[in-house]
């Protein structure tokens, strides 16, 4: 089974930033794509951004420009680096990683458990 703990999340201020981590743990053979999606009240969960295992990135139109999706494979880690904060960012954010267990398994999709960012003054 794959753990996947995020952390970084908290309350800033409007034009802030933050660092959201989410590790992989677990029995992983390889890991493929690594996405972050945020969750508002009241609202679908939508992607915020994904990194495949070649580096490739995909970023939804909110944040383009001000949030950055790292990866370091080394360590089963993803990262959104997030800067020039709104109140419309406001939202739970989830990892999201496709692994593999071992060399015969299919790819299956792991959630972490969410963490809050709120952008207040």
């Known amino acids: 089974h794959v753990q996947l703990v995020e952390s970084g999340g908290g309350l800033v201020q409007p034009g802030g930033s933050l660092r959201l981590s989410c590790a992989a743990s677990?029995?992983?053979?390889?890991?493929?794509?690594m996405a972050w999606y945020c969750q508002a009240p009241g609202k679908q969960r939508e992607l915020v951004a994904a990194?495949?295992?070649?580096?490739?990135?995909n970023y939804g139109d909110s944040v383009k420009g001000r949030f950055t999706i790292s990866r370091d494979n080394a360590k089963n880690t993803v990262y959104l680096q997030m800067n020039s904060l709104k109140p419309e960012d406001t939202a739970v954010y989830y990892c999201?990683?496709?692994?593999?267990?071992?060399?015969?398994?299919?790819?299956?999709?792991?959630w972490g458990q969410g963490t809050q960012v709120t952008v207040s003054s």
């Open positions: 999201n990683v496709f692994a593999r267990r071992d060399r015969y398994s299919g790819v299956v999709g792991y």
């Open positions: 990194i495949t295992s070649t580096g490739s990135t």
């Open positions: 677990g029995i992983i053979f390889s890991i493929g794509t």
